[in-house]
């Protein structure tokens, strides 16, 4: 499970690649003496890449990619709608819950 959570004092989650911009920012603040920032964790990109993959949403987002430019900003709307429903209604992988 490495690299699925990691907490802010961990120094990977400083990370910009396993953690994403907004976890390693917060991570990094965390690591200043003189800024409070409140004990937290990040969730892993590894973590969130497994929950694409398993629930078939990076074809998804691959396809709506390919695509986008050839499509109307209604077309476009409703197809972020169907990917924002499909999130809504994903599972956390087996492998993810502790």
Known sequence: ???YILKFEEPD???IELTGG???S???LSSIGEINVPQGFCVG???YDLFL???KLDEKIKEFSEIIKGLSKK???KKTKDIRKDF???FVPRGLCV
């Open 45 to 47: 990109t590894s973590a």
């Open 26 to 28: 917060l991570a990094y």
């Open 88 to 90: 809504i209604k994903s």
């Open 53 to 55: 993959h398993n629930n």
């Open 22 to 24: 907004k976890g390693s």
């Open 1 to 3: 499970m490495l690299g």
């Open 75 to 77: 077309q476009r709307d």
């Open 13 to 15: 989650a400083q990370k």
